[in-house]
């Protein structure tokens, strides 16, 4: 019985690893052939890479990487910053309604983003950021799972080790700094891998606050690119969604062991 229920496991997992990455295997395929054998998956038609320089041809990619790049740098900072904060805050400090200003900032878990879009543009076009990246990240910046995530891991912090820096004379920003954000990087690790990820590919919001080149991301440049009115070619669209998803695959493939211990270190604390 043991066996059968590690056979069906294991059966389960190689299923679901098959079914998520059937997608990226066609869009491998698709890339590095013409479209008509692309399509028709003829196996023993030419490999080619003449898709990926037309793609590369066809928009400035180099701006659009550098954008999300840039994008993806300035929310994680905000977010290190805020989460940080309040998430010490909310661990270590005592204040009136501690408990009640939690619970509304978790409340914010259970907010779509899509549903203060509106408000977010208001708020963004008062401020004068739009089309620009700080626009399209700011709104991203007060993570609620970034404050709780910070504050799980500070709770998990001896209290000795706080004491014993206030002894020596460490105010609350020397402590957070020297005693709570060095034993908390595992966390920090493990919400940058999740934080990156997530922003490397949205969409909708950078879609409607940005205008121009000169602030769009890869997201939004590579609909543009495969918009039905530029021509659709499958194979040509496939070779920029490779390039686009590249920097993540890449960077997952060399450092998955330690994604996965940051991860785990994350949920021991």
């Known amino acids: 019985m043991k066996s059968l229920t590690t056979f069906m ?11 998520w ?21 003829n196996l023993f038609s030419p490999w080619t890479l003449d898709n990926f320089r037309v793609a590369w041809a066809g928009a400035p990619w180099l701006k659009y990487f550098l954008n999300t790049f840039m994008l993806v740098t300035v929310i994680l900072i905000g977010q290190f910053v805020l989460t940080t ?52 990240g700011m709104p991203y910046m007060a993570s609620a799972f970034g404050i709780f995530l910070m504050r799980q891991a500070f709770k998990g912090v001896p209290i000795e080790l706080h004491e014993a820096a206030r002894i020596e004379g460490c105010g609350l920003l020397g402590i957070l700094w020297r005693v709570y ?14 934080s990156v990820s997530t922003h490397w590919n949205n969409f909708l919001w950078p879609l409607i606050v940005t205008n121009s080149p000169d602030t769009r991301p890869l997201t939004v440049g590579l609909s543009i ?23 993540l695959l890449i960077a997952f493939l060399i450092f998955q062991r330690q994604f996965v211990q940051a991860f785990l270190r994350a949920g021991i604390k």
């Open 21 to 41: 990455i059937a997608p990226l295997l066609f869009a491998f395929w698709a890339a590095t052939h013409s479209t008509s054998d692309a399509v028709n998956l």
């Open 225 to 247: 690119f495969g918009a039905p009115e530029n021509g659709v070619d499958i194979s040509i669209i496939s070779a920029a969604t490779l390039m686009s998803v590249a920097p």
């Open 181 to 194: 954000v060095p034993l908390a990087k595992p966390t920090y690790l493990a919400y940058a891998l999740v």
């Open 85 to 136: 904060l309040a998430g010490f805050a909310f661990a270590q400090l005592d204040f009136p309604g501690k408990d009640y200003v939690f619970i509304l900032v978790l409340m914010q878990l259970f907010i779509l983003p899509e549903v203060l879009i509106v408000e977010n543009y208001a708020m963004i076009s008062r401020l004068g950021l739009f089309d620009t990246i700080l626009g399209v």
């Open 9 to 19: 496991d294991s059966f389960g997992a190689i299923l679901l690893a098959i079914i």
